[in-house]
């Protein structure tokens, strides 16, 4: 039988520390060897008739990880606009789906049989897996002391991201910025009774980094929200995207993780059978000479070793591995607690090959 | 909602079907009204 998961039987099992643990150890077998991921690819096409620079957007990524017998293919199927909202051009996914609804599949299969194991959304995994990978660079990139946070955005990341740096250091006060006083504030009350420490909506952007430990930008900004010259000795810094951070944190910086190594590519359908490359996409080269956090948690590379250092996650993408491993938990644990829908796996497998 | 299995396919796929789609697939990416995306030992 293969299981089928929605959004809350996932919550309901899936725990931010068991998504830290089982990612570290995920990151060791990478580092090892014995992991692999297949690099994202996103698919875009121009939808002429929507307004705001709409499109269709079809994006992928897969990882293979047999020690827990696992490997998942992550996709999503999206319609997105992007309107320009205080001042800022932003990237929107559309509730287009029957019911007002997103899509976006992480489907589990098994590395000993090749069956389907499992077929989940991938809306509250991803929040986890994004964030705990922050936070397990936060770990050994932090100050052991940090108790100050400081997050831009107010949104699913956001707050994933509180929670999963709450794991990792004792948080007295967090701080938080995002365009529109009435999210931020929302963020602050929600948030704060979930990780049981204050947490302060600020008017400025500044204000976000003036005496924080570690700053995390988690938004769906399209132009920097964070500049390099606001950073001071001793923080730690991580971004969920390209544009947040301004690239002088680069020389800014004493020590920089990045989270992969090869670009991935958006291809902008109009032209050709395959589009054309984003303008402005990452380019491999850009990630030359960096350590990867796999490195650095399975002890090959160092981590934070001054005080005053500071130090930069450049979460760059991320990988299909994330979703293997978060993945398995989420079906072991699933099966266990007796929660989701089976259906016959053998409508999912044929009687040839292709 | 629909869970299409191989039998179902082959009661209703034609190789007419088949040929009217593809070349219709086709006509849609030489306009640039399509897109593929590109196997990674492509790049």
Redesign the interface.
């Given at each position: 039988m293969t299981l089928i998961l929605n959004n809350d039987e996932v919550q309901r099992v899936l725990t931010m520390d068991a998504c830290l643990e089982i990612l570290e150890d995920a990151y060791r077998e990478q580092a090892a060897g014995r992991a692999m991921n297949?690099?994202r690819?996103d698919?875009?096409?121009p939808l002429p008739e929507m307004r705001n620079d709409g499109r269709y957007e079809?994006k992928?990524m897969v990882g293979v990880l047999p020690k827990y017998g696992v490997s998942a293919l992550r996709m999503s199927s999206s319609v997105v606009h992007h309107p320009v909202i205080t001042g800022q051009k932003r990237v929107e996914k559309l509730p287009a789906a029957p019911g007002g609804r997103w899509v976006g599949l992480v489907q589990l299969y098994s590395t000993v049989n090749g069956a389907p194991l499992a077929f989940m959304p991938d809306g509250y995994l991803q929040r986890c897996r994004v964030a705990a990978s922050s936070a397990i660079a936060a770990k050994y990139l932090a100050r052991d002391d940090a108790s100050v946070l400081g997050i831009f955005g107010s949104g699913w990341q956001a707050r994933g991201q509180v929670e999963a740096m709450a794991c990792v250091r004792r948080l007295k006060k967090v701080k938080v910025y995002s365009p529109t006083a009435e999210n931020r504030k929302k963020f602050a009350a929600e948030m704060a009774p979930i990780v049981n420490v204050e947490i302060e909506p600020v008017e400025q952007p500044e204000d976000v980094v003036k005496g924080a430990d570690i700053i995390a930008c988690a938004t769906n900004a399209r132009e920097t929200v964070l500049h390099a010259p606001w950073v001071e000795p001793g923080m730690h810094v991580t971004d969920v995207k390209r544009i947040e951070i301004d690239r002088l944190i680069l020389d800014r910086a004493d020590r920089i993780v990045i989270h992969q190594r090869l670009a991935y590519?958006t291809?902008?359908?109009?032209?050709?059978?395959?589009?054309e490359l984003e303008e402005g996409s990452w380019r491999s080269e850009e990630f030359e000479g960096y350590p990867l956090l796999e490195e650095m948690v399975a002890g090959k590379v160092a981590g934070r070793e001054k005080r005053d250092e500071i130090t930069y996650f450049w979460n760059n993408a991320g990988l299909g591995l994330q979703f293997a491993a978060v993945g398995y938990v989420i079906y072991k644990r699933a099966k266990e607690a007796g929660l989701g829908r089976e259906?016959p796996t053998e409508?999912l497998t044929?009687?040839f090959h292709t | 909602m629909s869970?299409i299995?191989?039998n179902d396919v082959k009661s209703v796929l034609t190789m007419e079907i088949k040929m009217k789609a593809s070349e219709d697939g086709h006509r849609e990416?030489a306009r640039?009204a399509?897109?593929?995306?590109?196997s990674?030992t492509?790049?």
């Open positions: 297949q690099l690819y698919t875009e096409m079809f992928t590519e291809r902008i359908g109009g032209a050709g059978q395959y589009g259906i409508w044929q009687e | 869970l299995l191989n990416v640039s399509a897109v593929c995306g590109r990674l492509d790049v």
